[in-house]
Every structure is written in structure tokens, then in C-alpha cells.
């Protein structure tokens, strides 16, 4: 039986009795919804709701008109569970790898307090807006990668295909070469003779790094490394604030716990360094502390956003803070992006254009000598 859905897939049926619907076998797991067929799905379930159209009405639609094949069979399992008597947060949990526990709580206060409709519009704008944010780091981190990916390319061109035809014009000349041109040429007799090596390392290497960043001490290293990165540092710390941040703000507006909640945006931060310091602040609020003085004490968080907490304390709106912190930090990381960019561009392109003009002059070098000669 599977421990979350409560189904048993090796004979095909589920807990429900001998009654039961029919499940086949998985041997693989079930795939993932799209984020944006996701607010999509929440949106126009939110709409229908708010409508006045029945539940299982809803969700029946939804099964026959989603966008998505995973949503759609999602919306009819949900369905069935429904109508056996479970609720629709209960029912959502049973496929994880759907709905988040962020998702399914948020969904279960709003059942509790009768607002489900105004819950689920105000989750489809969590995460239009955390997908926005994620993007933008995303494309951040991408730019530099192509730029990298391609100049690995027209290095390796011209190491392996380029030089070696100077390489077999400049051997009749007879002459000693200058030094950037020998340098050149022993790069690209290495590079032909020992390709394979070269390969070998770097996958060997991203795999062991893989499997190092999988272990709790590599992740928390690796996400502390991210954090003090020169640049890329900044940018990172002010996308987890914003998704902490929102993230934590959205809960309480629902009507979460705000022990419940810190755990639940421990578990979504994205970063290992600021989840240790959640939840050990989440330790300290449980003994009678307010929210700001452990975070702050962590000194993960900016100080400014401990103070702003602190003020949302007092004035007993804390949700609110916690929005209005998020909207300055998403823009701080609109801007971060925008600044990373233009210096990234000329950096990049003088880096690539020194790699290829570098090589270049070197392997004219010896033309040059040449024509001087006979003049």
C-alpha cells in the first residue's frame, strides 16, 4: 500500500473495498503538474467556487476541460475521494508531487473557515508571483551558463579542427615559432590526444558533486557557498527573503498556524542555510518568543526585515508586513537581475572575444614573421 495516497497499486485497487476504483500498477512515479497549469487549475477552480457551483461539479469540469493530462487525472481521483466522504484538502494530499503542503493547508483553512474561494485566487497569485521570482533568478543563472556553453564550443573547435591545419602549414616553414603560437599549438595537441580524459573528469566530477550536494552536510555547504557568492550572493539571499517572506505571509492570511507555517516555509525556502535558521527560530517562538528576535539572532535575515517584522508584531498585522516585505525584495531582485545583466554582457563578451582573439593572433603570428622576412 502506498503510504501517501492509502492505495494499494499492486493489486489494482484501493483502500475503498472490493468496491473500490481501479489504479494501475505505477512503476514509475506520477509525473508533476506545470506551475503554470497548476494556477490555471486554481484559478478556474477558484471561479467556480465563487460561482456558487458545487465541488464535485467543479472539480467534474475540471476533469474533462484541463489543459493538463496530470490535472485532469488528478481532478477525477479528487473527485472519487469526494464523494467517499474525504475532504478536498485530505484529498489533495494524497498526490504530493502536485500539490505542496503549502498548497494543501492552505486549502484546508479555507474549508475550515468557510472561504475556499477567496483562499484559492489568493494561492494562484502565490505562485504566478513565486514563478515570476523563480524565473528571474533562472534567467540570471542562464545567461552566464550559454554564454560559457559557447565559448567551450568555439574554443574546442578550434583546438581540435583550426590548429592543427596551421599546425601542418607551419611545419614546412622550418623556422622556430613564437611562443603564443607554440603554446597554442601543445594546447591543441593535448586537447586532440587527451579529449577523452578531459570528458571523463568533468562528468565524473558534476556527478560526484551531484551526489555530494544530495547529502545534508553537502547541501548545507553548497547552499552557504551560494549565499556568499560576490555577486550571485546577494541576488539568491534577496529571492529567498521574498519567497519566505510571501510564503509565510500567505499562511497567516488563511488562517494557518503560525508554528505550522514556519515549518511549512522552512520546507519550501529553497535553501538549506535559511531553513536550518527557520526552524531553529520556529524552536525558539514555541518557548514564548516573538517571531522578529530569533530570526534576527540567525543572522541569515537582513536586519531591516527582523525590524518590519517586529513592527507587524505590534501593530497585530503581521500577514500584511509580510507581503509588503516581499513586494520591496521582489523588486530588489528585478533590479539585482537587471544589474547582474549589464555587467555580465560586456564582461562576457570580453572574456570570449580575448579567448578567441587571443588564439588568433597567435596562430598569425608566424604569417606575420614571415612577410616581414620578405620584405
Do not use: C
Amino acid at each position: 500500500m502506498d503510504k501517501v495516497t492509502g492505495r494499494w497499486h499492486g493489486s489494482g485497487v484501493d483502500d475503498a473495498g472490493a468496491g473500490g476504483r481501479f489504479t494501475p500498477l505505477r512503476l514509475l512515479p506520477p509525473p508533476r503538474a506545470r506551475n503554470r497549469d497548476l494556477v490555471l487549475f486554481t484559478r478556474q477552480l477558484s471561479v467556480m467556487i465563487s460561482a456558487g457551483l458545487p465541488l464535485t461539479r467543479a472539480l467534474e469540469t475540471l476533469a474533462q476541460q484541463a489543459e493538463s493530462p496530470v490535472l485532469q487525472r488528478v481532478a477525477r481521483e479528487t473527485l472519487y475521494d469526494i464523494e467517499s466522504g474525504n475532504t478536498l484538502a485530505d484529498a489533495l494530499g494524497r498526490h504530493p508531487r502536485v500539490f505542496t503542503r503549502l498548497y494543501v493547508n492552505m486549502v484546508r483553512a479555507g474549508e475550515s473557515g468557510s472561504r475556499l474561494d477567496g483562499i484559492l485566487t489568493r494561492l494562484a497569485a502565490f505562485l504566478e508571483q513565486n514563478e515570476r521570482i523563480r524565473r528571474k533568478v533562472k534567467g540570471a543563472m542562464l545567461y552566464p551558463a550559454v554564454i560559457f556553453a559557447v565559448a567551450v564550443a568555439v574554443v574546442a573547435t578550434l583546438l581540435l579542427f583550426v590548429i592543427p591545419t596551421f599546425e601542418t602549414v607551419f611545419a614546412s616553414f622550418n623556422a622556430l615559432l613564437p611562443l603564443p603560437t607554440r603554446t597554442v599549438i601543445g594546447l591543441s595537441r593535448a586537447v586532440q590526444n587527451w579529449w577523452w580524459a578531459v570528458v571523463v573528469t568533468a562528468g565524473g566530477g558534476g556527478l560526484l558533486l551531484r551526489r555530494w550536494v544530495a547529502t545534508e552536510t553537502g547541501r548545507r555547504r553548497f547552499d552557504s557557498l551560494l549565499l556568499r557568492l560576490p555577486v550571485l550572493g546577494p541576488l539568491w539571499r534577496r529571492a529567498a527573503v521574498s519567497r519566505f517572506t510571501r510564503t509565510l505571509g500567505t499562511l497567516l492570511s488563511a488562517g494557518v498556524p503560525i508554528l505550522e507555517g514556519l515549518e511549512i516555509t522552512a520546507r519550501t525556502a529553497g535553501n538549506r542555510v535559511i531553513q536550518d535558521a527557520v526552524l531553529e527560530s520556529r524552536t525558539a517562538i514555541r518557548g514564548g518568543e516573538s517571531i522578529a528576535r530569533p530570526l534576527r539572532e540567525t543572522g541569515v535575515f537582513p536586519p531591516m526585515v527582523a525590524r518590519m517584522i517586529h513592527v507587524g508584531e505590534e501593530t497585530g498585522d503581521l500577514d500584511g508586513m509580510l507581503s509588503r516585505i516581499a513586494d520591496f525584495y521582489d523588486e530588489e531582485v528585478d533590479a539585482g537581475v537587471e544589474s547582474l545583466l549589464k555587467i555580465l554582457e560586456p564582461a562576457l563578451i570580453v572574456v570570449l572575444g580575448g579567448l578567441v582573439g587571443g588564439m588568433t593572433i597567435a596562430m598569425y603570428l608566424p604569417i606575420f614573421d614571415l612577410v616581414d622576412a620578405i620584405q
